[in-house]
């Protein structure tokens, strides 16, 4: 990489990580030809494979010259790695693009990516414009019979009433959209619903405010490097961990099931920043371990010693675990292979 010099601030991990370099290749590629600029994006992505902004950049120069079977290929490879709203509205913006004149086939698909996305994203506190241009998608879909109209506005109902429960930026203005939808529906009905669901709203309201503060600690822009103890980093780490203690609080006392699905989106998300430090990897495995899901926590360890080939510690807790529940012979292997 070009520019070695001076870019280490963020990192001693050799000229590989070297933070300043990456950035003047990355705006380099802007300028070129997608086939030019391809092998660049490559090259940065091998090194920080959790660089949302760098697989958006990516997609987006194919997306500009109508590749969309490339788009596709980039889109597969980087979305459940990367739970970056930007980069899943840039997703989304595809999907809908590509199917915009394929009628009804078009709009089944373009669904069922909204439901795809809000899957993997719908938790993230950002994420209320999603569900607001979903139900106005829903909103707009075609219907001819009694029987399909009444089918969307369920649809649209169940959506709402999901919405409303994720603690985002956009909460009130989806509980006023909600009541405005159940009151134009019936009055009779929307009484019972929103008394029922006022109160579930008042809680995802009162909590995005607490979220919101441990949210704006964290830089969503800094690149996935080895550990450097810099001053910097150290508050990256501390934001991300005071903000995984907040959410396995429960605040909102929601179900175990869905509080639990928030608490792996935020481990998820903060492992696209702390990629290279084991100790997040060993908590997250741990985590699921406490929860009784042994089987969730060897796929997070196997993970993490792909990211992070040389960690005594990881490969010493995976094989104590595998040990644990008898599992051993089958990973014994990670044990007695030198550095990768």
Partial sequence: MKNSGGGAAHGDGGDIYNVRAAEILANEALLLPINEAAPIYENLLATFPTAAKYWKQYVEAYMATNNDEAAKQIFSRCLLNCLHIS?????????????????????DE????????????????????????????????????????????????????????????????LW??????ENSVSRTLAKGLLSEYQPK??????????RKKYIDDIDWNVLATPPTGSYKEEQQCMA????????????QRIDAT????????????????????????????????????????????????????????????????????????VHELPLNTDKL
Wanted: include cysteine; hydrophobic fraction near 40%; glycine fraction near 4%.
């Fill in 87 to 107: 980069l899943w509205r840039c997703y989304i913006n595809f999907i809908r693009r590509i199917n915009d004149k394929r009628g009804s086939e078009g709009l």
């Fill in 110 to 173: 373009t669904k069922k990516a909204f439901d795809f996305m809000l899957n993997y994203v719908g938790n993230d506190a950002a994420s209320g414009p999603v569900w607001m241009e979903y139900i106005n998608f829903l909103k707009s879909m075609p219907v001819v019979t009694p029987h399909e109209e009444s089918h969307r506005m369920t649809t649209v109902r169940k959506v709402y009433q999901k919405a409303i429960l994720v603690p985002t930026n956009h909460v009130e203005q």
């Fill in 176 to 181: 006023k959209d909600y009541e405005n939808f």
């Fill in 201 to 210: 709203f008042n809680s995802a309201k009162a909590v995005y405010r607490e």
């Fill in 240 to 251: 991300w961990k005071r903000l995984l203690v907040f959410e396995k609080g429960n605040p």
């Fill in 258 to 329: 869905t509080a639990n699905r928030r608490i792996t989106f935020t481990y998820e998300q903060c492992l696209m920043y702390l990629y290279h430090h084991p100790d997040i990897w060993y908590d997250y495995a741990m985590w699921h371990v406490k929860n009784g899901s042994m089987d969730s926590a060897s796929k997070i360890f196997q993970r993490a010693l792909k990211a992070i080939h040389d960690s005594e510690v990881l490969k010493y807790a995976f094989a104590e675990m595998e040990e644990s529940r008898g599992a051993i012979q």
